[in-house]
């Protein structure tokens, strides 16, 4: 059975940090490109970050480059999204999958960011 759980979601300042993290179990995690994605109230869940499957490319989407940094570890199974910088747009439910649609497992139960003064 794949589960996917998400934690280290918050409140936050703007200009604060979080670090997520996402707990995978089954064969998902270890032979996939990974990616964190959110989904704000209103708005499509987005991917916000990618990892390949050994962890030696990253990839972000624009509105994140330089202020995210996504990263795994594979004897854990666990991936990470460090978020500095953080912006009230941020705001969204986070979760972790498999990159490539056709490797997704269930869809976790997300974790709540909310960036606000």
């Known amino acids: 059975q794949v589960q996917l759980v998400e934690s280290g979601g918050g409140l936050v300042q703007p200009g604060g940090s979080l670090r997520l993290s996402c707990a995978a179990s089954?064969?998902?995690?270890?032979?996939?490109?990974m990616g964190w994605y959110r989904q704000a109230p209103g708005k499509e869940r987005e991917l916000v970050a990618a990892i390949t499957t050994s962890g030696g490319t990253t990839s972000y989407t624009d509105s994140v480059k330089g202020r995210f940094t996504i990263s795994r570890d594979n004897a854990q199974n666990t991936v990470y999204l460090q978020m500095n910088s953080l912006k009230p747009e941020d705001t969204a439910v986070y979760y972790c999958n498999a990159q490539f649609p056709a490797a997704r497992g269930p869809w976790g139960q997300g974790t709540q960011v909310t960036v606000s003064s």
């Open positions: 089954g064969t998902i995690f270890s032979r996939n490109p």
